[in-house]
């Protein structure tokens, strides 16, 4: 258990939807990372938050974005879906932001677009 | 940019054998490094990272890798396998310019043959 959790675990929604992730980070933990796994992709960095505010974006399309809570917790909104955006998606977070440390990962988000 | 390259998509060994994952990278500064493994319908466990002290780098559950900078490589080993270490192995790159965004490799999955 890296102690980063995620709900929901699965998503099934149809296109043109809206979803909310949540990733609520290890204890202490400032960073939040989300990541996509696609099959055609693989692991792919979309967007870091650092205690509320955005430090990076990868490549994270215009109709996803993200923030972080003032108690650390974030969420990923994905709309307009279209089915390529089926994928998993993982929440990772790590320490005080300033050195570059390891990441932990939550067990991930399945989202299902049919 | 940096990015992470892993030969071979599929190794399969007999239960045993040895490991070798292999991974080179590309960067004029040498980066952090790391060794993810990921269990089916799981999220990602580090198994080692690299930070610029000792060049070979013991992890979890027997694994280790050696980074060697004149060849940009990081390659994983375990000196014998075992059936539960039966995963999709990532290796993955960070901290150029800064930036603490994972760049991971395509993956390598691992079969152990008994």
């Known amino acids: 258990d890296s102690g980063v959790t995620q709900t929901p675990k699965h998503l099934i929604t149809a296109t043109g939807q809206r979803v909310t992730l949540r990733c609520s980070p290890r204890?202490?933990?400032?960073?939040v990372y989300w990541y996509q796994q696609s099959l055609d992709q693989g692991l792919q960095f979309l967007i870091q938050?650092?205690?509320?505010?955005?430090?990076a974006k990868g490549n994270i399309l215009e109709r996803f974005s993200a923030q972080q809570f003032p108690d650390l917790h974030s969420e990923l909104n994905l709309s307009s879906l279209e089915l390529g955006d089926s994928a998993l998606y993982f929440c990772?977070?790590?320490?005080?932001?300033?050195?570059?440390?390891?990441?932990?990962f939550g067990p991930g988000t399945r989202l299902t677009v049919t | 940019a940096q990015s992470v390259t892993q030969l071979g998509s599929h190794v399969s060994v007999s239960e045993g054998a040895l490991v070798l994952l292999r991974c080179n990278y590309s960067?004029?500064?040498?980066?952090?490094l790391f060794w993810y493994v990921q269990y089916p319908n799981q999220g990602l466990q580090l198994l080692l990272k690299?930070?610029?002290?000792?060049?070979l780098v013991k992890g979890i559950n027997g694994f280790e890798a050696e980074f060697k900078k004149s060849e940009t490589s990081f390659h994983l080993t375990k000196p014998s396998a075992h059936m539960s270490d039966a995963a999709e192995y990532f290796c993955?790159?960070?901290?150029?310019?800064?930036?603490?965004?994972?760049?991971f490799g395509q993956g390598t999955r691992l079969t152990i043959n008994p």
């Open positions: 938050y650092y205690n509320g505010e955005e430090r």
């Open positions: 204890s202490g933990d400032l960073s």
């Open positions: 990772a977070s790590s320490g005080d932001g300033r050195g570059v440390g390891e990441q932990y």
């Open positions: 690299y930070t610029s002290a000792a060049t």
């Open positions: 960067s004029s500064v040498p980066p952090y």
């Open positions: 993955a790159v960070s901290g150029l310019e800064g930036a603490q965004k994972l760049v």
